[in-house]
Nanobody, 124 residues
Framework: QVQLVESGGGLVQAGGSLRLSCVASGRIFSVNAMGWYRRAPGKQRELVATITSGGGTNYADFVNGRFTISRDNAKNTVYLQMNSLKPEDTAVYYC??????????????????WGQGTQVTVSS
């Protein structure tokens, strides 16, 4: 099995910073793209940022240079450094990873996995 566990959320004042982490663990053969999504109250889940295994990144327009996604392939970990936070960034942030799992000597095709989410609250 594969699990994604996020950490680093919390309450911060507007203009502050937070760093989210997400560790993928379990029977992992390899990890392809990883990313962060968020769901604000009353809204649909939306992309925040993604990063490929080679380090290529993609950001949502609303990030506007405030967030940085990075990863440590050796640790199967993805990070999201969030600076200049705004109240509208308040949401549950979810980690996502495209993982190739294995069982014994059998390697499966890649599958999409999600973390349980971590709450980020930005006060004005």
């Amino acid at each position: 099995q594969v699990q994604l566990v996020e950490s680093g959320g919390g309450l911060v004042q507007a203009g502050g910073s937070l760093r989210l982490s997400c560790v993928a663990s379990g029977r992992i053969f390899s990890v392809n793209a990883m990313g962060w999504y968020r769901r604000a109250p009353g809204k649909q889940r939306e992309l925040v940022a993604t990063i490929t295994s080679g380090g290529g990144t993609n950001y949502a327009d609303f990030v506007n240079g405030r967030f940085t996604i990075s990863r440590d392939n050796a640790k199967n970990t993805v990070y999201l450094q969030m600076n200049s936070l705004k109240p509208e960034d308040t949401a549950v942030y979810y980690c996502n990873a495209d993982v190739v799992p294995y069982s014994g000597s059998y390697v499966y095709g890649s599958r999409d996995y999600w973390g349980q989410g971590t709450q980020v609250t930005v006060s004005s």
